[in-house]
């Protein structure tokens, strides 16, 4: 009997530390810190396991650590809306102090995890945390403006591992990070829009004009192409280290008509199912992307 109880509470434990650090969303930014890391390093053969292994264990606590002070912080308005009332904060299945201290330790030891690869990782990783938990979060019930704000430490992981990997922050990181910010915008306003009658619950603004209306959907259009044009420039000769060639630019090229395609048919039917097409496609597109710029790097 007291097995069976000892099982049931890891078991609950075990499913809300994964559901208050995100679990899926933290996977998938490890996903594009190790495709960043991937590419900063020589070749195959220089790959340092250990050091990938602590950016994913350190990136996941850092994605971590800011999920769950976001959840803190929101936890009067999770109850609100009906995607997040079921968290484990605002249904009291976790108290917040319990709560703060996972944050706390999964600061520190994403910090120190990431430290041990090299300082400007470190310093990458802090700095998203803060301004994803102390800029960001406070300012999404206040201005639309909170999307452009949390697409930085949005796009922070893509650019981490090619710090992780060289050590260095140059034109290649730069190019990373402005590719994922760029990425940001048609994928959180695709999420604002279909989640639009929710957020409005908890009284978030997530949409540019903070409507779902032909301006909000002309933006998405316009990022869509500033993420094309970005995703291409490796090609150009212009990114240091990181170039693609022109094949692999031809299979970036129509990845992003593809994204674009469906941002233009949000456009024209403004629905929700549009846009939670698009924000499938946009999900599909980023890794797509990360995987073609890899495989480009290593078969060339």
């Known amino acids: 009997m007291n097995a069976t109880i000892n099982n049931l509470s890891f078991k609950s434990i075990y ?15 490890v996903f594009s810190s190790v ?11 220089s790959l340092d396991w250990m050091v990938l292994m602590k950016l994913a264990i350190g990136g996941y606590c850092m994605v971590g650590a800011s999920n769950v002070f976001n959840q803190v912080i929101e936890k009067e308005l999770d109850v609100l809306m009906d995607r997040t009332k079921n968290r484990p904060v605002p249904s009291k299945r976790m108290s917040p102090n319990s709560a703060l201290t996972i944050a706390f330790l999964l600061t520190i030891i994403g910090v120190v995890l990431l430290y041990t690869i090299n300082e400007k990782t470190a310093m990458f990783g802090a700095i998203s945390i803060f301004i994803y938990a102390c800029i960001y979060t406070p300012l999404k019930t206040i201005t639309p403006l909170a999307v452009f704000v949390g697409a ?5 992981p893509f650019m981490l591992g090619w710090v992780a990997a060289t050590g260095n922050f140059g034109i290649e990181a730069g190019t990373l990070f402005l590719i994922q910010f760029f990425w940001q915008f048609p994928h959180f306003w695709s999420i604002g829009w279909f989640l639009y009658e929710d957020y409005e619950k908890a009284g978030f603004f997530m949409l540019p004009s903070g409507k779902k209306d032909n301006s909000t959907a002309l933006q998405i259009i316009l990022y869509t192409l500033w993420l094309i044009i970005a995703s291409l420039l490796p090609v150009l000769g212009f990114t240091g280290q990181f170039f693609i060639t022109k094949i692999s630019a031809v299979a970036v090229l129509l990845l992003g008509l593809w994204m674009l395609f ?33 495989l480009d790097k290593f078969l060339r």
């Open 35 to 45: 495709a960043g890391f991937m590419l900063g390093i020589s070749s195959f053969h």
């Open 15 to 29: 499913t809300d530390f994964l559901e208050i650090t995100k679990a899926r969303l933290a996977v998938s930014v």
């Open 262 to 294: 469906y941002a233009v048919k949000l456009y024209q039917t403004r629905t929700a199912k549009s846009a939670r097409t698009l924000m499938l496609v946009s999900v599909s597109y980023i890794t797509l992307l990360q995987l073609v710029y890899i």
């Open 152 to 156: 930085f430490p949005g796009a922070i």
